[in-house]
């Protein structure tokens, strides 16, 4: 069963603050991808991971970079966290081409204040 | 570029059927998904439908697609309160990721309320 995990459920974090957003998948995917999610706007594409340290944008990079130093796991981070970045991350992975095959993580609600 | 759309809420009585409504611009799209979100959890993949096909139904789901109106449904069946979700379209389009493989674009996402 592929489980994809999401280091923290709830993050309070300040403006200002660096952030970081971590998931990890245990089925040796190659692909990784992290999306906001907001109400009204569905999920957006931020980036997006083809293999180890290897990564391309999204549809909405601004503020955001990711690292992947190990297959299983794709980091987001927030340079310095700013009110507009409160939102519901979701981060999913995949083992090829094919999205049919893409699992997701449970979600990350981060609060910026 | 690619765009999903799909209204915001939906409400119905347990027991009835829901219909929840996707349209999408890509003329490209090959696979077309419904996936459901509930409360505090991540997306789960309910079904998918080829776009050379009409319909596909599994169990109390059925898929519609009008590929003429780049319109997509799905309906649930005698609905429970179980079923109570956020439902996400999502559309497989033309565009190429870097490394392979397709980008999968979401639509809005449709809250269903399911009332006793």
């Known amino acids: 069963d592929v489980k994809v995990t999401q280091s923290s459920r709830y993050l309070v974090k300040r403006t200002g603050e660096k952030v970081f957003l971590e998931c990890v998948q245990d089925?040796?995917?190659?692909?990784m991808f992290w999306y906001r999610q907001d109400p009204g706007l569905g999920l957006r594409l931020i980036y997006f991971s083809y293999d180890v340290k290897m990564k391309e944008k999204g549809d909405i990079p601004e503020g955001y970079s990711v690292s992947r130093e190990k297959k299983e796991r794709f980091s987001l981070i927030l340079e310095s966290a700013s009110t507009n970045q409160t939102s519901m991350y979701l981060c999913?992975?995949?083992?090829?081409?094919?999205?049919?095959?893409?699992?997701f993580g449970p979600g990350t609600r981060l609060t910026v204040t | 570029g690619e765009d999903v759309e799909q209204s915001l809420f939906l409400s119905v009585r347990e027991g009835d059927s829901s219909v929840i409504n996707c349209t999408y611009t890509?003329?490209?799209?090959?696979?077309l998904y419904w996936y459901k979100q509930e409360p505090g959890a991540g997306l789960q993949l309910l079904t998918y439908i080829f776009s050379n096909m009409d319909m596909k139904q599994d169990q109390r789901l059925t898929v519609l697609l009008n590929k003429k109106d780049k319109h997509l449904s799905l309906r649930i069946a005698d609905t429970q309160t179980g079923d109570s979700a956020i439902y996400f379209c999502?559309?497989?389009?033309?565009?190429?990721?870097?490394?392979?493989?397709?980008?999968?674009?979401f639509g809005t996402g449709t809250q269903l309320k399911v009332e006793l």
């Open positions: 999913a992975s995949r083992a090829g081409p094919n999205p049919y095959e893409q699992y």
């Open positions: 999502a559309e497989r389009g033309g565009f190429i990721l870097t490394g392979g493989g397709n980008k999968l674009t």
């Open positions: 089925m040796d995917h190659e692909n």
């Open positions: 890509d003329s490209s799209s090959t696979y």
